[in-house]
T-cell receptor, first 115, second 117 residues
């Protein structure tokens, strides 16, 4: 168990809908990352938050947004869903000590199926 | 630009055989970090090892060992005496030190290892 929790574990929805994925980082970790794993694109970085502020953006669609709350949990919002958004969405967290790259520990993932 | 290549898409071995998973990386930075993660059939990503660019010592952890060679930009992973429980997809990943923080991980495509009893 990495200590990172994600809910829900599975999500099935229809095209055009909106969903929210939730992530709670490990205790003490300030940084949260979101990654998408799909068959054709592999594991891709979407967005990173550090202590409530957006720090880095990757291949995140405009239909997707995220935020990190004062208690450090994060939510990834996916809207106007398309069939191609079906994927496994991972959240990862790290301490971000500043003087070295910290290990990112991953949650169990949320499997999103868009029908 | 950063890039991680895992040329072996799938490997199948018989239990107790040794197997090496290859990882080749590209980065322009002098300070960087390499990782291996395991994704078993249950789907979670499990951290295995982190290595920084200044430490080329090989590492052994039980049946797992890692060989880091900067000269060939490779960070290979060997499982000795493989077991059925080693069956999983293994990902190699790269991150740079960026300012006061870390860059996100860049992953290879993964190698699916099947260990047959």
């Amino acid at each position: 168990d990495s200590g990172v929790t994600q809910t829900p574990k599975h999500l099935i929805t229809a095209t055009g809908q909106r969903v929210t994925l939730r992530c709670s980082p490990r205790s003490g970790d300030l940084s949260v990352y979101w990654y998408q794993q799909s068959l054709d694109q592999g594991l891709q970085f979407l967005i990173q938050y550090y202590n409530g502020e957006e720090r880095a953006k990757g291949n995140i669609l405009e239909r997707f947004s995220a935020q990190q709350f004062p208690d450090l949990h994060s939510e990834l919002n996916l809207s106007s869903l398309e069939l191609g958004d079906s994927a496994l969405y991972f959240c990862a967290s790290s301490v971000e000590s500043g003087d070295s790259t910290d290990t990112q520990y991953f949650g169990p993932g949320t499997r999103l199926t868009v029908l | 630009a950063q890039k991680v290549t895992q040329a072996q898409t799938e490997i199948s071995v018989v239990e107790k055989e040794d197997v090496t998973l290859d990882c080749v990386y590209e980065t322009r930075d002098t300070t960087y970090y390499l990782f291996w993660y395991k994704q078993p059939p249950s789907g979670e990503l499990v951290f295995l090892i982190r290595r920084n660019s200044f430490d080329e010592q090989n590492e052994i952890s039980g049946r797992y060992s890692w060989n880091f060679q900067k000269s060939t930009s490779s960070f290979n992973f060997t499982i000795t005496a493989s077991q059925v429980v080693d069956s999983a997809v293994y990902f190699c990943a790269l991150s740079d030190l960026w300012g006061s923080g870390n860059t996100p991980l860049v992953f290879g495509k993964g190698t699916r290892l099947s260990v047959i009893a």
